[in-house]
């Protein structure tokens, strides 16, 4: 594999890997396992573990790290005393809790047999996945496709007409930016500028709270070197509640009972009440459920399916209902309708909707832009210099939410979708969820009648496929069997 294009295929999937071998394998297969194929690959590995030894940007950074006393380095009103403070944090718990190191074993998952997939490296750094996508940006291998997939590892394509729907749609109604309506958020300008200290006792607050706050505002001054950027961020409301959507299929079910079973499962914290000895069996034995789906999702692939009628499925959510006026989102962990809580556009199953506040953004990082979209702003970030951004500390965390206002600065519609999940946290109870037999169950349940996975130690297991995905067979490595 190199570094190229294909001259035929008119879309490229770009993705981000870096740790965590069932994360990327999960991507792959709900990527390889789509209707739509004609794009190229690009595996673009963050290689390192973000200490990036020759960025100069990052000295002051560093002088935290070793306990210098480097008064540059935080803010004026931060006391002295600090230093020794700040040191004795970095040695006991780090400094980026974001930053992991490069898995080798991830190369070995990447290597599928396809053609047109080809290898990029980038340093890994305070940028994070964001930053992966400038750089990517910076090099110009986009201006040879119409439309490009940026997808984090771990990020899991929810049904196998994802890539074709959501081109047919930008392609229709002139859609040149869709973000992931999985962790949609807003957050007012004083939370933004204040991230790590907002709502915080000043006895809570470590010094590298205050330099990851300061750092938030010199990218949000990066961006303003553009006057029309400067005039949106002047506009940035100063307070309001932050709010949480997550738009991904309804895959819970339509049964009350079976939806509250599940969610109890996943508390994180003790229940009381009656039939308490019950409760506490779901939460010690909560895995039974990923061990559930995964044989409901075998069966789905026999036979035996046609003689299990349909309502009982759909009840227990392994047939998601698609009807626009019952399908149901969490919005700040409780369970709505989507028809209240958005306008949304059904496109052949896959569910789209238009965001006019600029503050609403993709947590998760995860957008499909034309070459049109690309094209402008590539423009202004070599105009005004704003790859700058990409050597300022704990960059990652203040680019989440730039993205949001992107298309209103850039002249386009923002829009968000359910095509894409990048596993984290339960909806209701917040528990992680992005280990193997968590990934494994989302893939059963959104792949139910197409795809059978399991999981073993660090990887996961492709049991089994449908006719329409039979090909999966033939492309992935060893590792995935």
């Known amino acids: 594999m190199k570094s190229s294009s294909s001259s035929t295929n008119r879309s490229a999937v770009v993705l981000c890997v870096h740790h965590k071998p069932w994360l990327v394998m999960s991507t792959w297969i709900t990527t390889l396992?789509?209707?739509?194929?004609?794009?190229?690959?690009?595996?673009?590995?963050?290689?390192?573990?973000?200490?990036?030894?020759?960025?100069?940007?990052?000295?002051?950074?560093?002088?935290?790290?070793?306990?210098?006393?480097?008064?540059?380095?935080?803010?004026?009103?931060?006391e002295r005393d600090s230093y020794a403070k700040y040191d004795q944090l970095a040695r006991t718990s780090g400094v980026n809790p974001k930053l992991s190191p490069f898995d080798e074993r991830v190369r070995d998952v990447c290597r599928v047999h396809r053609s047109n997939v080809f290898e990029l490296e980038f340093e890994n750094d305070h940028s994070l996945d964001s930053g992966t996508w400038y750089k990517?940006?910076?090099?110009?291998?986009?201006?040879?496709?119409?439309?490009?997939?940026?997808?984090?590892?771990?990020?899991?394509?929810?049904?196998?007409?994802?890539?074709?729907?959501?081109?047919?749609f930008m392609n229709h109604n002139n859609v040149h930016f869709i973000a992931a309506g999985h962790m949609k958020r807003r957050m007012s300008?004083?939370?933004?500028?204040?991230?790590?200290?907002?709502?915080?006792?000043?006895?809570?607050?470590?010094?590298i709270d205050y330099f990851h706050d300061r750092m938030m505002?010199?990218?949000?001054?990066?961006?303003?070197?553009?006057?029309?950027?400067?005039?949106?961020?002047?506009?940035?409301?100063?307070?309001?509640?932050?709010?949480?959507q997550h738009h991904v299929p309804d895959i819970w079910g339509?049964?009350?009972?079976?939806?509250?079973?599940?969610?109890?499962?996943?508390?994180?914290?003790?229940?009381?009440?009656?039939?308490?000895?019950?409760?506490?069996?779901?939460?010690?034995?909560?895995?039974?459920?990923?061990?559930?789906?995964?044989?409901?999702?075998?069966?789905?692939l026999t036979r035996v399916v046609d003689l299990i009628p349909k309502s009982l499925m759909s009840s227990l959510g392994y047939e998601s209902n698609v009807d626009l006026r019952d399908c149901a989102v969490y919005v700040n962990c409780l369970r709505q309708t989507l028809s209240d809580t958005v306008s949304a556009l059904d496109h052949d199953t896959v569910k789209f909707h238009c965001a006019d506040d600029m503050e609403w953004f993709g947590c998760s990082t995860n957008h499909i832009v034309s070459r049109v979209f690309l094209e402008r702003f590539s423009e202004k970030l070599e105009q005004y210099s704003m790859y700058d951004v990409l050597d300022i500390p704990f960059a990652g965390t203040a680019l989440e939410p730039m993205w949001g206002f992107l298309p209103s600065w850039l002249g386009f519609e923002k829009w968000f979708f359910d095509g894409y999940h990048r596993v984290a946290k339960n909806f209701q109870s917040l528990r992680r969820e992005d280990d193997p037999e968590g990934m494994a169950s989302y893939i059963n349940r959104y792949h139910w009648g197409n795809l059978h996975v399991d999981w073993h130690e660090d990887y996961i297991k492709l049991k089994g496929t449908s006719s329409n995905c039979a090909g999966l067979k033939n492309i992935l490595p060893n590792s995935y069997f």
Not at 61 to 78: N, V
């Open 136 to 168: 990517f940006i910076r090099t110009g291998i986009w201006r040879n496709y119409d439309h490009v997939f940026f997808v984090q590892e771990g990020t899991l394509l929810t049904r196998t007409n994802v890539l074709s729907s959501t081109l047919s």
């Open 254 to 300: 339509s049964s009350a009972i079976w939806r509250r079973i599940r969610s109890i499962s996943d508390s994180r914290v003790p229940v009381l009440g009656r039939w308490k000895w019950l409760k506490d069996m779901l939460m010690r034995y909560r895995n039974i459920f990923p061990k559930l789906d995964s044989f409901v999702a075998r069966v789905g």
């Open 33 to 78: 396992a789509q209707d739509y194929q004609d794009f190229d690959i690009y595996i673009v590995y963050n290689v390192g573990d973000g200490s990036c030894p020759d960025k100069s940007s990052y000295d002051s950074y560093r002088h935290f790290e070793e306990g210098l006393e480097t008064e540059s380095a935080l803010d004026h009103e931060i």
């Open 217 to 244: 505002g010199e990218v949000l001054e990066v961006f303003s070197r553009d006057r029309v950027f400067k005039s949106l961020c002047d506009r940035w409301t100063m307070d309001y509640s932050g709010d949480t």
């Open 189 to 207: 300008k004083r939370v933004f500028l204040n991230y790590n200290t907002y709502g915080k006792h000043s006895t809570e607050i470590e010094p």
